[in-house]
């Protein structure tokens, strides 16, 4: 099976209407997904409407209680992942602060994408922003 936009993605940019691509570039499906990640990390569980469990913990209960937090918040960015990317298997997270700011909220998120070319290896960065937003790159 090709891999794809998101739903709505394909809905709010159905291409030039000349008919239906069943492929996308690689690339394109990657800044989809990387997309489709920061939405997913930014948003706090309980607040969508049609999956409770959408999104992460509140940042606030992880960094009161940090660094004895990380394994448990890994666990929970993991879980969503798996969940609600699906375009991603063998989801991995490492917690990564930087040397000098052993603290930061900063997570290395490895996986794979499975395509009609084969399987590839996949690595995205997240970090906190000055404003708490996840950023991912």
Not at 101 to 108: A, H, V
Request: aromatic share 6%; with cysteine; hydrophobic share 35%.
């Amino acid at each position: 099976m090709p891999i794809q936009r998101t739903l709505l993605e394909r809905i709010r940019e159905p291409g030039d209407g000349s008919g239906r691509d069943l492929y996308v570039s690689t690339t394109d499906v990657f800044r989809s997904i990387l997309a489709n990640l920061e939405m997913i990390l930014n948003t706090t569980q309980g607040n969508c409407l049609t999956d409770e469990r959408y999104g992460l913990p509140h940042l606030t209960q992880v960094q009161s209680t940090m660094p004895h937090s990380m394994a448990g918040f890994e666990a929970a960015i993991r879980q969503t992942v798996e969940r609600f990317e699906p375009r991603l298997s063998q989801v991995r997270i490492r917690h990564a602060p930087s040397a000098d700011r052993p603290m930061d909220l900063r997570f290395e998120i490895t996986g794979v994408v499975q395509d009609e070319d084969g399987r590839q290896s996949v690595r995205f960065e997240t970090y906190a922003d000055e404003h708490g937003r996840l950023r991912v790159r």
